[in-house]
């Protein structure tokens, strides 16, 4: 048994880059053939040139368009990171997906996922539109998570600008390249910077 | 016997003495880094390298993105007030039994480094030492008079000369750098007398040293190709 299995330490995992091997808004907005333009947008919003919330809106206001049956299945088929998402399988209760996503979006990778999520919340209206309730702060996810009480310690993994509050708020943050160099910011934040799945999973192992 | 479970790698530090305006780790010796090297020639020998940044960390951290994206960089922020044995205490994060503890400024013979990491399993505590050459020494006395071929220390000493200086490596427990306020060999002197292994190594810590381990460097690889 391994050190993590042990010890009452809480693993939160940004989703988007982190978790999944690609951003996955641009992947709903290949439905509308405007993935390159939220990928900048994307692109833009990682490297906190535009604030989360504002950014987490506009896109909102443009995938909102694409029928939720579609984003789940779109959703469904974006990859994983193989041995992060066994890590996560294998330690539920101890994992945590700390994602600005939205609720109704992602809930396919999260029923995947088995663990338990702080989201942004959404709701689908009457008229089939999105509309946006929350958004995440994701530092008070690890406020809200450190209250409960169950944690000694908690572990916070993430890539962009948005994740700075939360690895800053974290025991242990880690800034984590594995797919793109994660933003000045988040490593500004971190403790640590991982760039690779496998070594991840080996020190989230030993902890 | 107790394996090896890591290296911890100590590049933080502001290398003011060499005067290039980057990290010792980073300076190029027959077009490679300094930490290039020590990554190759530790990755045969343990399954995890933690390497520990502060003084111009960008450069590391990017030298790591694209050369060696499997080792775990940990940043030490407070590197301008804080010295070495605070940095391989955060480096130690994540590492429970025995770890080998090296400067990021040491240019090491790889079957020098692979024999003293064999020997590290066999001891609770394995010290490194080399010939005496750099112009910062920290140097040992041996107390059993084998002075050509040691094999233990009994003290560290700045101001008397002997023919062995501390190498600025070894192996032993995480638990040794809990107080990470003093220099590493003062960390581990309440444990002398103990077990010492020589290790062949050159550091770079002044331009001098850059000179004498770079001949070291042109002559070693020259024996070794011929």
């Known amino acids: 048994m391994n050190a993590s299995e042990t010890s009452n330490t809480a693993f939160c995992f940004d989703l988007d880059g982190t978790l999944t091997t690609t951003e996955i808004l641009p992947c709903i907005a290949a439905e509308l053939d405007v993935s390159g333009e939220v990928a900048t947008l994307t692109r833009l919003t990682m490297d906190g040139l535009i604030p989360f919330e504002d950014s987490m809106r506009l896109r909102t206001l443009i995938l909102g368009q694409v029928p939720l049956v579609q984003v789940h299945e779109i959703i469904a088929s974006v990859p994983m990171a193989p041995s992060l998402l066994d890590f996560v399988q294998s330690h539920p209760n101890n994992c945590f997906v700390v994602t600005g996503n939205l609720d109704i979006w992602i809930a396919p990778l999260i029923a995947q996922l088995g663990c338990d999520v702080f989201s942004s919340h959404a709701v689908l209206t009457d008229a089939g539109m999105v509309r946006l309730d929350n958004i995440l702060a994701k530092d008070e996810a690890i406020q809200t998570l450190r209250a409960t009480g169950r944690f000694d310690r908690i572990v916070a993994v993430g890539d962009g600008a948005n994740d700075a509050p939360m690895l800053r708020a974290a025991d242990i943050g880690i800034a984590y390249g594995g797919v793109h160099l994660p933003a000045t910011s988040a490593m500004q934040a971190a403790n640590m910077i991982i760039n690779d799945a496998e070594t991840l999973c080996k020190l989230l192992k030993a902890l | ?226």
């Not at chain 2, 290039?20 to 190029?28: A, F, L, R, S, V």
């Not at chain 2, 609770?124 to 020494?137: D, E, F, N, Y």
């Not at chain 2, 062949?200 to 042109?218: M, R």
């Open chain 2, 1 to 226: 016997m107790q394996a090896v479970e890591g290296a911890v790698i100590a590049c933080a530090g502001l290398g003011s003495r060499l005067g290039m305006g980057m990290p010792k780790c980073m300076i190029e010796l027959e077009e490679k880094t300094v930490l290039s090297r020590l990554i190759e020639s530790l990755r045969p020998l343990v399954p995890r390298i933690h390497v520990v940044v502060g003084y111009r960390e960008e450069l590391i951290v990017a030298h790591c993105a694209q050369y060696h994206r499997d080792v775990v960089i940990v940043r030490n922020p407070d590197f301008r007030t804080t010295n070495t044995a605070h940095s391989i205490h955060l480096g130690s994060i994540g590492m429970n039994s025995k770890v080998l503890y090296l400067d990021g400024d040491l240019i090491i013979d790889p079957a020098s480094l692979r024999s003293f990491v064999s020997r590290g399993t066999e001891r609770p505590l394995l010290i490194g030492v080399t010939r005496s050459k750099s112009s910062q020494a920290v140097f040992v006395t041996v107390p059993d008079g084998n002075v050509m071929n040691p094999t233990m220390i009994d003290a560290f000493q700045r101001d008397t000369a002997t023919p062995w200086e501390w190498a600025n490596v070894f192996i032993g427990s995480p638990q040794l750098l809990k107080a990470g306020t003093r220099y590493v060999y003062e960390c581990i002197e309440p444990f002398l007398p103990c077990a010492v292994q020589m290790i062949d190594l050159h550091e770079v810590d002044t331009p001098e040293d850059l000179e004498q381990a770079k001949a070291w460097l042109l002559s070693h690889s020259s024996s070794t190709t011929a």
